[in-house]
C-alpha cells in the first residue's frame, strides 16, 4: 500500500493529509500550540486529589494535566505538592478534558522502545541468553525495560537501545538545568508533532514550500521527501477539510450522513433523504451500505473517539443487520485504532468504540456557534487569511498589502497569530496593513494590493 503525506505549510499553520492508494484517510493541522501524546515535560505538583486517587501537575498550558496514582513509579510513591516530576502525555487534552499522564516514560525506536520504571524484556524470544543479557545490561543503566518492536539482529537492537538510553540521559540533564513547566522532549516543532501524530510511518512526503524539505529530512530521514506546488498534488486539500468540517455529508447515490460529537459520544444518523421507492428493506440497505464506506472514511479523517453511536435506516430483516454490522467491521478493518463493532442495541443503533488518541480535526478548528452549528474559530481564520494573503503575494511579488477582517480576527493577528504574522511580514520584506471591519463576518476576509 502506497502511504504519501501532504503537507501545505503556510504561516503559523500547517496542514496535511495522509493518502492511503490515493485517498485521503487521515488529516492533521499543527499551529505549534499543543503538548502532544508522547511528548515529554518537566512538570510541577500543584494539587493533590484523594478522592480521585490523582495528583494535578502543571506542565504549562491553560489548565492543569491529570496523573493518576496508578501511573506514578515505582508504585506506591507519594508526591508532594511543589514537587518535580518529569512526565509523559498519554493522552492529549480533548473535549474539555485534562491531559493524562505518567512518570513511566518511554522512547521508542524503530526496533526497541525503552519503558523506565518497567524493568525486563518484552519480545525477542528468539534471542539466546547471552544476547537478552546484554540487553538487559544497556536497560539497566537508567533502570528501565525494553520492548522489542519487530525481528533484527541483536547488533541492531544494542545500538538503538544505546541511543535511546543517550537520549533518556539528555532529557534528565535538561530536567536539572530547568524549571517548571518546561518541555523536555521532543523539541518543539510542527514537524516533530505530526510525526508523533501520525499512525503509519509514510513512503513518500509531498511539500508546497521547499524551505522546510530539510526540518523534514532530519524528523523523518528515511523517507522521501520533495517540494511539489499544491495545485499539482492528486487531491484538493480544502476541499477535503471542508467536508470533513461539515456536518452533513452527501452520499453519491442520494440520502446523507448527519455527525454531531457531543461530550459523551459522537452521534451519527443515516438519512436517505427521500421518499423511498421499492421495497423498504432492500432500499434502507442499500442506503445503509452506501453509508459505510463514507462514516468509516469520515470517522478517520476526524479523528473521532469514544463511543459511536450510529442511526442506520431502520432494517428489520435479521440477516440484512448482521450484514450491515458485518459490512461495518470490514470497512473499519484498514484503521490503525483498531475500532471495535459492539453491535446492536434495543433501540436498534449499531455502537462502536474507537480508542482517542490526539485531539478531533473538529476541536482544533471550531468553536460552538452563538446560535447554531460550529464555526470556525478566530484564529483559524486568521490563519487561513495569512495563508491566502501569501498565495496573492506570489503572483504579484513586491506589492504592499492590506488585511481586511472582523474584530475577532484582528484580536488574533495581534495575540496567538501574531508570530506568523511577523513572518509573513519579514518574509515579505514590508508591513502587512491590518484593517478592522466590524460589519464584516467573522469567516470572510479581504485582501487588497495597496
Not at 200 to 205: E, G
Amino acid at each position: 500500500m502506497l502511504c504519501e503525506l501532504l503537507i501545505a505549510a503556510g504561516p503559523g499553520a500547517w496542514r496535511a493529509t495522509v493518502l492511503e492508494n490515493g485517498i485521503p484517510v487521515e488529516l492533521f493541522v499543527e499551529r505549534g500550540d499543543r503538548s502532544e501524546t508522547g511528548s515529554i515535560h518537566l512538570g510541577r505538583v500543584r494539587r493533590l486529589m484523594p478522592a480521585l486517587d490523582a495528583v494535578l501537575v502543571d506542565i504549562g498550558g491553560d489548565r492543569l494535566a491529570f496523573l493518576p496514582a496508578s501511573e506514578i513509579l515505582p508504585h506506591g510513591r507519594r508526591l508532594d505538592e511543589g514537587e518535580r516530576v518529569i512526565v509523559q502525555i498519554r493522552r492529549e487534552a480533548q473535549g474539555g478534558k485534562a491531559a493524562r499522564l505518567t512518570t513511566s516514560v518511554a522512547l521508542r525506536g524503530r526496533r526497541v522502545e525503552l519503558r523506565w520504571g518497567r524493568p525486563g524484556i518484552r519480545g525477542g524470544e528468539t534471542l539466546s541468553p547471552e544476547e537478552r543479557s546484554s540487553l538487559a545490561g544497556i536497560a539497566e543503566e537508567g533502570a528501565a525495560g525494553l520492548r522489542l518492536l519487530k525481528p533484527e539482529p541483536i547488533e541492531s537492537f544494542i545500538a538503538e537501545a544505546m541511543d535511546l538510553n543517550r537520549r533518556w540521559h539528555n532529557i534528565s540533564d535538561r530536567a536539572a538545568r530547568l524549571s517548571p513547566p518546561s518541555r523536555l522532549d521532543p523539541p518543539l516543532s510542527f514537524a516533530t508533532a505530526l510525526s508523533g501524530a501520525l499512525s503509519v510511518a509514510p513512503s513518500r512526503i509531498l511539500v508546497d514550500d521547499p524551505g522546510i524539505v530539510p526540518e523534514l529530512r532530519g524528523v523523518f530521514p528515511d523517507t522521501m521527501t520533495q517540494y511539489k506546488p499544491e495545485a499539482e498534488w492528486p487531491v484538493e486539500l480544502d476541499a477535503v477539510f471542508d467536508r470533513a468540517l461539515a456536518g452533513t455529508v452527501a452520499l453519491a447515490g442520494g440520502g446523507s450522513v448527519h455527525i454531531e460529537a457531543t461530550r459523551s459520544a459522537v452521534l451519527i444518523d443515516v438519512d436517505t433523504g427521500s421518499a423511498q421507492t421499492g421495497a423498504p428493506e432492500r432500499t434502507g440497505l442499500a442506503v445503509n451500505l452506501a453509508a459505510v464506506d463514507v462514516i468509516t472514511r469520515q470517522i478517520r479523517l476526524r479523528n473521532l473517539g469514544g463511543g459511536i453511536v450510529i442511526d442506520f435506516v431502520g432494517l428489520e430483516d435479521r440477516r440484512s443487520r448482521e450484514r450491515l454490522r458485518d459490512a461495518l467491521a470490514e470497512a473499519l478493518a484498514p484503521d490503525p485504532r483498531r475500532p471495535q463493532v459492539l453491535g446492536w442495541t434495543r433501540l436498534g443503533h449499531l455502537e462502536l468504540v474507537r480508542p482517542r488518541r490526539g485531539r478531533p480535526l473538529a476541536e482544533a478548528l471550531l468553536e460552538p456557534g452563538p446560535r447554531g452549528p460550529p464555526v470556525k474559530t478566530a484564529a483559524t481564520v486568521a490563519y487561513e487569511a495569512l495563508c491566502a494573503l501569501r498565495g496573492e503575494a506570489r503572483t504579484q511579488p513586491g506589492r504592499r498589502w492590506r488585511l481586511t477582517v472582523s474584530p475577532e480576527v484582528a484580536a488574533a493577528l495581534a495575540g496567538r497569530a501574531t508570530a506568523a504574522l511577523r513572518a509573513l511580514e519579514e518574509r515579505f520584506g514590508r508591513q502587512i496593513a491590518i484593517e478592522t471591519d466590524p460589519g464584516l463576518d467573522r469567516g470572510r476576509f479581504q485582501i487588497t494590493p495597496v
